[in-house]
């Protein structure tokens, strides 16, 4: 009997450290939650498939080149460009309920994350929940997330100058 219940606490133990939290991914959800994505501090909000949001997450302080990739998803159209299409319930591995995880976002141009990465932000972070305890929201707060995507012409006067630098160096 007393094996049975040491076996019994040593995998109630183990299947905690395989815990899976949860958290709602969505930038409006008035008055708490309302971070629009801008071109740039001004600008109009992202839209459609033209951007991508990945999501990436992990136990609370692990360095960003070693979280996970959780989920992906684009912008909403029209009047409400800018906010995402929301996701009821991001899965981050490892961090078992009422534990805390950082969430980064980033931004890529187009749809998917295979082209350029305009923008990142965080971390946030969060206390993720199991079942049956409510999925607690990202905390984005209410400030714009503005992303900062450089014009052609600045693009083209950078490609310029450092042409410029090159040419003078190699005179020399």
């Known amino acids: 009997m ?3 219940i040491i076996a019994a606490a ?3 133990v183990s299947l905690s450290a395989y815990g899976q939290g949860q958290f709602v991914f969505n930038n409006r959800i008035p008055p708490d939650i309302n971070a629009k994505f ?9 839209s459609g498939t033209d951007y991508t949001v990945q999501i990436l997450g992990g136990k ?3 360095p960003i080149a070693q979280l996970t990739p959780l989920a992906t998803t684009d912008f909403r159209t029209g009047a409400a460009a800018g906010f995402v299409n929301p996701l009821s ?3 981050v591995p490892g961090v078992p309920n009422g534990g805390s995880a ?7 141009q187009g749809a998917g994350t295979s082209g350029a990465q305009v923008g990142q932000f965080g971390p946030f972070t969060v206390t993720v929940a199991e079942a049956p305890t409510p999925t607690p929201n990202l905390p984005l707060g209410t400030s714009a997330l503005a992303v900062v995507v450089p014009e052609p012409a600045t693009l083209a006067l950078g490609a310029l100058g450092l042409g410029a630098l090159l040419m003078i160096r190699r005179r020399k």
Do not use: C, W
């Open 60 to 62: 609370a302080g692990t």
């Open 10 to 12: 040593a995998l109630i």
């Open 38 to 46: 801008t071109l740039g501090p001004n600008g109009p909000g992202l």
């Open 102 to 108: 950082d969430v980064f976002l980033r931004i890529f």
């Open 2 to 4: 007393k094996k049975l």
């Open 89 to 91: 319930s991001v899965v």
